[in-house]
């Protein structure tokens, strides 16, 4: 995997559990067969159904805007809107963490399991705790 393979899910499993993002890396996918990500892509297919996504392979964006000097991260049920500004400081951090992604995906086996109680709802608990 190369810098450019990199999408928002890499980054969100990195900041939620490491681990989440080593098999998912591994093409682990149990999220398919939890109820709270099927709430969220009804959610998703419901309330902004007047944008169409813009598949990027990595990653895919719900709406395209050209020039791009940030974002802005629409959350549907609570239906709260947060505009994000790209300046050299995000860049900075976007590298940085796209290159803490590639050094965990990296390594030969999972890291270890955060605590217990952060892993309500998570769709990987199963592999993580059927110890």
Known sequence: MDPDDVGGVHIKYL??????LWLFARGFRPEGHSALVQ????????????????????????NL?????????HYP???????MVFDP??????ESDIATVLDTISQPTA????????????????YCWSE
């Open 39 to 62: 709430y969220g892509e009804a959610v998703h297919e419901t309330r902004y159904d007047r944008y169409r996504e813009v598949d990027l392979g990595a990653a895919r964006l719900d």
């Open 15 to 20: 900041y939620h559990c490491c681990r989440q």
């Open 77 to 83: 049920a609570t239906r709260r809107t947060v505009r």
């Open 111 to 126: 890291p270890e399991r955060i605590e217990r109680r952060r892993c309500t709802g998570c769709s990987f608990s199963d």
């Open 89 to 94: 400081q995000r860049r900075r951090q976007a």
């Open 65 to 73: 805007g050209v020039p791009v000097r940030g974002g802005v991260l």
